[in-house]
C-alpha cells in the first residue's frame, strides 16, 4: 500500500543531542513538508521542499535542519539549538508541485521527549 | 490566509449523518476548502476538498454554499470510529513566501459518536 512511513514512533533525547527522524513515502509524490504539533494546538510548519534538492524554510526553521536527497526521503534533524523539542513531529506530502491545491497525505507521526 | 469558524464539539448517533458546518466568510477567490480529521495520537487525516463545486467521494460529501462563504461537511452514516477531530482549513492555491502549502489547522470540531 501507498503511503507515508515515520520512524521512529516515539524517540528520545538527551539534552545537547541532535536526533534525526525519518520521513518515507512511495507515494511518488513530488512536495514533502514538516510540521510540528504541541499539546491542544493546530500544526506549525518547519520546513518544505517542493522538487528534490531543494528545501524552504517554514515559520519555526531555527533549530532544525533537513535534507532531500531522494524524491521519496525527507529527514528531519532537531539539533541542540532548538530548545523546546518536545513535541509530536508529523510529515507530509503532496503531488503536483506547482498544482498547490492537491491535498497533503500526513504519516502517524514521531513524538519526541526530552529525558 | 482566510480564517475559519467551526463549532468546538458536535454529538451525533451511530449510523445517522453527521453534518459539520465551517464558517470562512473572508475566504478568496482562489482559496480551497481542505476538510481534515484528527484522531488522537495520529497523523490528520486528508477526507476531501473543493473551490465551490459540491464535492463527493467515498468518506464524505463537501457542500459548499454560492457565496462560499460558508460550507458543511456531511458524513453520511457515521460510525464509532468516526469520532475525531475535525479541521476545515481554507488555502491559497497561489505560491508566496512561507505560506506556500503550509496547512493552518484551527481548534476545529470534537465530533463524538455514540451508539
Known amino acids: 500500500d501507498g503511503g507515508i512511513t515515520q520512524s521512529p514512533k516515539y524517540l528520545f533525547r538527551k539534552e545537547g543531542q541532535n536526533v534525526t527522524l525519518s520521513c518515507e513515502q512511495n507515494?511518488?509524490?513530488?512536495?514533502m513538508y514538516w510540521y510540528r504539533q504541541d499539546p491542544g494546538q493546530g500544526l506549525r510548519l518547519i520546513y518544505y521542499?517542493?522538487?528534490?534538492?531543494?528545501?524552504q524554510k517554514g515559520d519555526i526553521a531555527e533549530g532544525y535542519s533537513v535534507s532531500r536527497e531522494k524524491k521519496e526521503s525527507f529527514p528531519l534533524t532537531v539539533t541542540s539549538a532548538q530548545k523546546n523539542p518536545t513535541a509530536f513531529y508529523l510529515c507530509?506530502?503532496?503531488?503536483?508541485?506547482?498544482?498547490?491545491?492537491?491535498?497533503?497525505?500526513f504519516g502517524d507521526g514521531t513524538r519526541l521527549s526530552i529525558l | 490566509d482566510a480564517k475559519t469558524t467551526q463549532p468546538p464539539s458536535m454529538d451525533c448517533a451511530e449510523g445517522r449523518a453527521a453534518n459539520l458546518p465551517c464558517n470562512h466568510s473572508?475566504?478568496?477567490?482562489?482559496?480551497?476548502v481542505y476538510w481534515y480529521r484528527q484522531i488522537h495520537s495520529q497523523g490528520p487525516q486528508y477526507i476531501i476538498h473543493?473551490?465551490?463545486n459540491n464535492e463527493t467521494n467515498e468518506m464524505a460529501s463537501l457542500i459548499i454554499t454560492e457565496d462560499r462563504k460558508s460550507s458543511t461537511l456531511i458524513l453520511p452514516h457515521a460510525t464509532l470510529r468516526d469520532t475525531a477531530v475535525y479541521y476545515c482549513?481554507?488555502?491559497?492555491?497561489?505560491?508566496?513566501?512561507?505560506?506556500?502549502?503550509?496547512?493552518?489547522f484551527g481548534q476545529g470540531t470534537i465530533l463524538t459518536v455514540h451508539p
Open positions: 507530509a506530502s503532496s503531488s503536483g508541485g506547482q498544482v498547490l491545491h492537491q491535498p497533503q497525505h
Open positions: 507515494l511518488n509524490h513530488d512536495a
Open positions: 482549513i481554507v488555502r491559497p492555491t497561489n505560491a508566496g513566501g512561507t505560506s506556500y502549502g503550509k496547512l493552518t
Open positions: 473572508t475566504i478568496s477567490g482562489n482559496e480551497y
Open positions: 521542499s517542493q522538487i528534490v534538492n531543494d528545501f
Open positions: 473543493g473551490l465551490k
